[in-house]
């Protein structure tokens, strides 16, 4: 079974450009998280999907994020336009209906210049 | 204060000796609670969940959990050098998002 995977693995940008980033879930996983890491801090969570629906998305910084599960497959985070304080790895996890262990793909390292 | 503290290490051990992690949460409404383990540069890969009071074991990994005092350890006995990585230790209040402590550094000396 394929777990989570991330596209791109780096990505690296100018201040006020934008990225996409792209997220595919372990099949048959409803539940898909984002989260994200800065040099040095927690991970820290950023949002939840059921299906196609936003759970939660308390952990969003601002509106420059935005989130997509269109299908209820997979997701995509676009920033736009991108800040220098976004910098740093933006996982992904996904787990099944009914279940709270969270299985987390590669990552995407983004840096923003 | 933090809602998931780790102390960041590095904790060294001796192979083959037992490595001790711990960790102390604030919300008491916690209910899930996991560890996991990550490489440098690589994705978090979950080695234990516990959700009562008590110990659980699995393989040379147990993981203990103590609601009243509000504390999650993690137990690796017969520590390999294969065991050095960051173990981080998260909770959750349900199917939810998962709150991070920062990670402990464990190196096991050959």
């Known amino acids: 079974e394929a777990g989570v995977t991330q596209f791109p693995s780096h990505s690296v940008i100018e201040k006020g450009q934008t990225v996409t980033l792209r997220c595919d879930p372990i099949?048959?996983?409803?539940?898909l998280y984002w989260y994200r890491r800065v040099m040095g801090k927690e991970i820290k969570f950023l949002l939840h999907?059921?299906?196609?629906?936003?759970?939660?998305e308390s952990g969003m910084p601002n509106n420059r994020f935005l989130a997509e599960r269109t299908g209820g497959t997979y997701s995509t985070l676009k920033v736009q336009p991108a800040e220098l304080e976004d910098s740093g790895v933006y996982f992904c996890?996904?787990?099944?209906?009914?279940?709270?262990?969270?299985?987390f793909g590669p990552g995407t390292r983004l840096t923003v210049l | 204060q933090k809602e998931v503290e780790q102390n960041s290490g590095p904790l060294s051990v001796p192979e083959g000796a037992i490595a001790s992690l711990n960790c102390t949460y604030s919300?008491?409404?916690?209910?899930?609670f996991f560890w996991y383990r990550q490489y440098s540069g690589k994705s978090p890969e979950l080695i234990m969940s516990?959700?009562?009071?008590g110990d659980k074991e699995d393989g040379r990994f147990t993981a203990q959990l103590n609601k009243a005092s509000q504390y999650v350890s993690l137990l690796i006995r017969d520590s390999q050098p294969s065991d050095s990585a960051t173990y981080l230790c998260?909770?959750?209040?349900?199917?939810?998002?998962?709150?991070f402590g920062i990670g402990t550094k464990l190196q096991v000396i050959p």
């Open positions: 996890a996904s787990s099944q209906q009914g279940r709270n262990e969270q299985f």
């Open positions: 099949s048959g996983h409803d539940n």
């Open positions: 999907f059921v299906k196609e629906s936003k759970q939660d």
């Open positions: 919300d008491r409404g916690s209910q899930s």
């Open positions: 516990i959700y009562s009071n």
């Open positions: 998260a909770v959750s209040g349900g199917y939810q998002k998962v709150t």
